[in-house]
């Protein structure tokens, strides 16, 4: 793997054929997990992915599309528009040294540019692939034997606080509210989580246990090479 | 106090930090030799000490990682933006922490070189606008820019003979990663100063001026040397900014306005 440690020679030997850069997020995530929950775990994932794949590791973008969550503080984000540029001139500077795949793994739910900025590059630029998991969040085959409330959370649920408590345990508190709003997920669409629940939760945190994490983010690795290596034969 | 981003929402209810710190930082190569995140590594333990360090209570954000360095475009491991993406970037950031409650906010853009000054930067030179326009279309919004080595320059041209004359990978920035990364080999690249100015930059590329690299003296550099920068362009950015953010509040409220 190389990464940011990597010097240009080593770049320039090594010449990796994929980059993997991880988009996280700076948002409130209820009383008991930080603000960098998305971000954290999207750089463990995405680190794991890179050393398996002898992949560029990039730096992961640590703002995104938190406006989602209202006024809450500890939210820092980036509009759209930004993040879609962000993408794209990434994408461009990986094009001019020569590097032939982007894989982008996405820690925030929110972030609904991603889709269209993907694909209007790929079509743009037909010899330079750009890949992303449709659920990053979502190892379909393993989530419901993890997870208890599979399903029922978006937000600083189970599946977080189980991540967080593997990953950051010393910041992980104890207050954890649950809350599973009985309206769909495209409510983030027409309201922010503000609205929706104050306490800033959709989902079960309650269930989350450290050994759930470290089996969850295993699973995300897993079934984030699997899409890698299918794509890359479909894309052949 | 300083919170960071492992504090949770309800930490930041509490505290309500006056001050937010956001280092910038830029994905290129250093020479053949350093890391690519050298900027990265800098700009992470500079602003960790500045919002420690300062008076007021302070949020201090992840580096940003990326900026605008289309000047070595095109060589292994530079990621760069262009300069209205770093503007977008910069402004949307600031605007969600005013937005929030934080109107203080202190753009650490890049490291700089002792070369520039804290009126005129070297390197992500958009951010100057992105802040003056922060301020000028956002009443109550407070927002400045920095760079270390150019807040340090003075005692950092004692302390290195060629400091002034340094932009990339001199012994300034040499001692500082040799100080940051103690473990690390730091052999490799020679001595150069090229023979233009430093304007040449805005009309070709880096290696059009330095084939190898590097714009300053590497070979002065030092591991002992590094733990004087360090200490100088933290306490020097760190006066910079409580300098700043007091005079400016004499202005406004000489002018009867809100601060």
Redo the contacts between chains.
Sequence with gaps: ML???????D??NN?PDIAVLGVGA?E?????????TD?TQVKEISRRVAEELGALL??A???SM??CHG?????????P??LS??IK??AA??R??GIKNLLILNGHGGNFILEPTIKSLNRRYPQFSVLMPAEVWAPVEDSPTIYETAGKGIHAEEMETSMQLYL?P??V?DDRMDFVPNVGREFLDYAVMEEINPE?IWGLPSYGQTDKGERGIKAQVQSVLKFVEEALEVLK | MMLTVNHSAWDFKDVKPEVAVLPLACFEPHSNYFPVGSDQIIMSAIGEAVAQKLEETTFLLPVWPFGTSGHHAGQPGTVHLRYETLWHVVRDVAFSLHERGIHKIVVLNNHGSAMATTTKPIGNFVVKTAVRQLNYENPGIRTIWVQPFAAGRDKLSELVASAKEEIHVGAVELSLLMHLLPENEWEGPQDHIPDVDPTYLEFGPFRKYSPNGVWGNPSDASRAKGADVMKIVVDETVRYIQETFDHLKEIKEDRGGEY
């Design positions: 990464d940011k440690f990597s010097s240009s020679g770049l320039r010449s700076i409130q995530h209820g009383r008991h997990l930080p603000i960098a971000w990039l730096p973008i640590p703002f938190s406006e006024l809450m503080p500890g939210t820092v984000y980036l509009k528009e930004t540029r962000v001139d990434i500077s990986l001019e040294q950051n010393d910041y508190k800033g």
